[in-house]
């Protein structure tokens, strides 16, 4: 399994949940993001981490709420989601590319999707 993503579970609106992505040493992780989608909508972008600088960028819909890290011994990627709302329900993806992906958003490599349900 090249990304293996966790995480994801039913939490009220107001709470948190922390998802995590591992990724295999053998693909190429020069940029790791996070995207959603919620059903019936498209697939979105929530935020992304360049691996070597730590620099992030996020949707708007997120900030102020979520936070993107690594841990490089683990070569893991987090969310941490506080303040969920209805709005937040999806299944969320995680995704590492190389530096194309970090200005195009077109990853190269995706996770299996993880189920986050907030209920109000």
């Known amino acids: 399994v090249q990304l293996q993503a966790s995480g994801g579970g039913l939490v009220q609106a107001g709470g948190s949940l922390r998802l995590s992505c591992a990724a295999s040493?053998?693909?190429?992780?020069?940029?790791m993001g996070w995207f959603r989608q919620a059903p019936g909508k498209e697939r979105e972008f929530v935020a992304r981490?360049?691996?070597?600088?730590?620099?992030?960028d996020y949707a708007d819909s997120v900030k102020g709420r979520f936070s993107i890290s690594r841990d490089n011994v683990k070569n893991t990627v987090y969310l941490q989601m506080n303040n969920l709302n209805d709005e937040d329900t999806a299944v969320y993806y995680c995704?590492?590319?190389?530096?194309?992906?970090?200005?195009?958003?077109?990853?190269?490599?995706w996770g299996q999707g993880t189920l986050v349900t907030v209920s109000s």
């Open positions: 995704a590492a590319g190389g530096p194309v992906a970090a200005l195009s958003r077109r990853y190269d490599y």
């Open positions: 040493r053998t693909i190429s992780t020069y940029v």
């Open positions: 981490i360049i691996w070597s600088d730590g620099s992030i």
